[in-house]
């Protein structure tokens, strides 16, 4: 009874996620506990909310067969919990994995509306982040480090490195200062498998996380005017600092085995 309780709570938080994007206002995309307080409620299931959208999470993650693409569980797990408090305007969340080499294709943009990976390819961290792997991050003007954390995708322009996408960080004192480092999203030529071959791993942006010119376009243009974008690793001064992931790691820690 547990069990189909939660695959049918699952079932209601989609379709309250599909009728939130539906929704004229948009101030939040999502309003997962309490559609899940309902449905436990109605199912008469033993499942709070926390469990209810742990569940959720696991099963999409299951279904979308991202272990097998590489992605973390815990970076999808935190990517989840706070694509639902950042209210976005666009199903679309970009997660870059910055725990894995940068020899791997580590972002992946996900539609949560239709559940499905709409395209996993490389991206590029900042050059003072670290080599193959980002380990250091920054929100200092001139570090060119990367910056952890949630980012809306706004506009676009076309400067030197042609079409890119205008970024806003939306975690006060993590990633705010991303307008005035200029951190956008942009094509480069050292973002590709070449390059990957000639030296071990992909070459290293000012901080913006850049992608290949192959598919810079398509990919601006899915996140385009109202996406996000979530830059990950596994650092706990960012975790206990964001605001937006407060509840979530809260929740996480009590319904998530350590282990898991």
């Keep these: 009874m547990r069990k189909i309780g939660a695959v049918l709570a699952m079932g209601i938080v989609l379709l309250g996620m599909m009728a939130g994007f539906k929704s004229i206002e948009k101030k939040k ?10 449905a436990t409620n109605n199912l008469n299931v ?14 999409l993650y299951d ?3 991202l272990a097998v693409a590489g992605l973390s569980k815990e970076a999808f797990r935190y990517a989840w919990f706070g ?14 994995d910055f725990s894995q080499s940068s020899r791997h294709k580590r972002l992946y943009v996900i539609d949560f509306l239709n559940k499905k990976v709409l395209l996993n390819t490389y ?3 900042g050059r003072n982040s670290g080599q193959e792997y980002a380990s250091k991050f920054s929100n200092a003007n001139s570090s060119y480090q990367s910056s952890l954390g949630f980012y809306k995708a706004l506009g676009t322009y076309h400067g030197k490195h042609g079409l890119s996408l205008r970024l806003q960080g939306l975690e ?38 850049a992608v290949s010119q192959a598919e810079h376009q398509q990919l601006i243009k899915l996140l385009r005017n109202g996406a996000g974008l979530f830059l990950y690793y596994p650092d706990a001064n960012y975790l206990s600092k964001s605001k937006i992931l407060h509840q979530a790691v ?9 282990n898991s």
């Design 250 to 258: 809260a929740a996480v820690q009590r319904v998530v085995p350590s």
């Design 46 to 59: 033993s499942l709070t909310p926390e469990e209810a959208n742990e569940t959720a999470c696991s099963n």
């Design 172 to 209: 006060k004192n993590i990633n705010d200062q991303a307008f005035e480092r200029a951190i956008v999203m942009h094509g480069a030529d050292y973002v590709s498998e070449d390059f990957i071959r000639q030296t071990g791993r992909l070459g290293r942006s000012l901080g913006c996380p």
């Design 29 to 38: 995309i999502f309003s997962l506990a309490s559609t899940q307080i309902v």
């Design 63 to 65: 279904s979308l067969q």
């Design 83 to 96: 694509f639902q408090q950042a209210g976005f305007s666009k199903p679309i969340l970009a997660i870059a």
């Design 123 to 125: 991206v590029a961290h």
